[in-house]
């Protein structure tokens, strides 16, 4: 049975579709995927290709959501291959110029801009899905939410809109002033603060070698998302603790939407936000093979767009690994799949809610050739997906050379500007980092702590 609400009017954005039935979301989802098949052929030049190869001629073949799992997935080096051959957005983009109204745009695994095009009407569309989570966790109108998330080109610029959208008044203060933070936090006393887990970590150890207790700042919920992390029960129980503070997590994909997932007071995974406009599947990554949604599941999430314009997306493979924590009404009303991420497939690493890709950082110190070979390695000082800077990055250096002054601290202002991540450069001499026939590593967690 559900909770009664009565005294909460704001906690739930949508009853209709987040109380529903388990399951009565299906027919309408599917006829607006077959709407958006017929969209694709006749506005993506990449998916009809694409589908074309796959021996799929037309809508017809296509068939309903039952039929997604014949067709082939769709990869982040696809968009990016497709954006090189086809700029300036790539042929996946099924929009005219003139109707992209937001563009978003990442580093990349070259350093390159990776472009993220939204019409009008797909900006409101995400605007929905995440006013639906962020209400399930805990914020409403009238707070006063602190931010520290970049905006700039990134798509976490479109949570100020969202909170925008739901009535809060905003703080946004980022990354890099720390005074700045903590003084926002102590002074102007937000209802709420945003930000990665590692971010929230850090703010409660900075506020207190200034003095200021993050627990008596009288925060009422804390959000977090960017990286995994927000449901590991030590780490939540650290951060709850610091701030004296209910933390709930949410996620999202960039390419697909800005906030897909979100947890409610129950804090039992996260909820799926976003019937009506993306469609999730459940792979095996090794595999690929279709994984039902069933309490203790794992694998890689897949999302499809639904309802999309700018750059509709099928089978786009998020290389989030996930459990599914349960799929049943809870207390607040909520139904629905419900998901805890638990790391990434591939080797992307975070560090500090930005996503980072080793061959990106080689890329970019590859610009100091000769001074440099090209040749790096990481070396994190701990396991796992998450990462704290500096990132610790061994440079090689031509054989008898001696670094000039200022090389090093060159190569990590220009991998900040580029990437938005902070390192510490070691320069090595030829054949101390080792190569190998089949893959040069460029990630060493060999004297990393557990």
């Known amino acids: 049975m559900a909770a009664d609400l009565s005294s909460d009017p704001d906690a739930i954005f949508e009853p209709a579709i987040e109380c529903a039935e388990p399951g009565s979301?299906?027919?309408?989802?599917?006829?607006?995927?077959?709407?958006?098949?017929?969209?694709?052929?006749?506005?993506?030049?990449?998916?009809?290709?694409?589908?074309?190869?796959?021996?799929?001629?037309?809508?017809?073949?296509?068939?309903?959501?039952?039929?997604?799992?014949?067709?082939?997935?769709?990869?982040?080096?696809?968009?990016?291959?497709?954006?090189?051959?086809?700029?300036?957005?790539?042929?996946?983009?099924?929009?005219?110029?003139?109707?992209?109204?937001?563009?978003?745009?990442?580093?990349?695994?070259?350093?390159?801009?990776?472009?993220?095009?939204?019409?009008?009407?797909?900006?409101?569309?995400?605007?929905?899905?995440?006013?639906?989570?962020?209400?399930?966790?805990g914020i409403r109108p009238h707070h006063r939410v602190l931010t520290t998330y970049n905006a700039g080109p990134f798509v976490a610029g479109l949570v100020l809109d969202t909170l925008q959208s739901l009535g809060c008044g905003l703080i946004p203060v980022g990354t890099g002033n720390t005074d700045r933070l903590v003084t926002a936090l102590s002074r102007l006393k937000p209802h709420v603060t945003m930000g990665t887990p590692s971010a929230l970590v850090y703010i409660a150890e900075a506020a207190r070698e200034r003095g200021v207790d993050p627990a008596a700042c009288g925060l009422a919920a804390l959000v977090t998302g960017g990286e995994p992390g927000g449901s590991e029960p030590a780490l939540r129980q650290r951060i709850e603790q610091a701030f004296d503070a209910r933390l709930c997590e949410v996620l999202g994909v960039g390419d697909v939407g800005i906030t897909l997932w979100a947890e409610g007071p129950e804090q039992d995974g996260m909820h799926f936000c976003a019937y009506g406009t993306v469609h999730a599947e459940l792979i095996d990554p090794a595999t690929g093979q279709v994984i039902a949604f069933e309490t203790g599941a794992t694998g890689e999430v897949v999302y499809t767009h639904l309802h999309h314009e700018a750059a509709p997306l099928v089978r786009f493979r998020s290389r989030d690994h996930v459990v599914v924590t349960g799929t049943g009404r809870v207390p607040s009303g909520r139904t629905g799949t419900r998901i805890r991420c638990i790391g990434r497939t591939d080797d992307m690493m975070i560090v500090r809610g930005v996503n980072l890709f080793p061959s990106a950082v080689r890329e970019v110190v590859a610009r100091f050739a000769p001074a440099v070979t090209g040749t790096i390695l990481i070396r994190p000082l701990k396991t796992g997906v998450r990462q704290d800077p500096p990132l610790p990055l061994q440079v090689e250096v031509p054989e008898g050379t001696t670094p000039a002054t200022g090389l090093a601290e060159a190569i990590e202002k220009t991998v900040r500007d580029v990437l938005v991540v902070t390192t510490r450069v070691e320069f090595v001499a030829p054949g101390t980092i080792p190569g190998g026939e089949y893959k040069t590593p460029l990630v060493d967690f060999s004297s990393a702590a557990a």
């Open 25 to 137: 979301h299906v027919a309408a989802d599917d006829a607006l995927w077959r709407r958006q098949a017929d969209y694709l052929f006749a506005h993506s030049p990449f998916y009809r290709a694409k589908f074309a190869a796959a021996g799929l001629r037309g809508p017809k073949d296509i068939g309903g959501l039952s039929d997604l799992a014949r067709l082939p997935l769709t990869l982040k080096d696809e968009l990016r291959a497709s954006q090189q051959d086809s700029p300036p957005i790539g042929a996946h983009c099924a929009a005219p110029l003139d109707d992209i109204k937001r563009v978003f745009s990442t580093s990349g695994t070259t350093g390159t801009p990776s472009y993220i095009p939204l019409t009008a009407a797909d900006r409101e569309r995400w605007l929905r899905t995440s006013r639906r989570a962020y209400t399930a966790a």
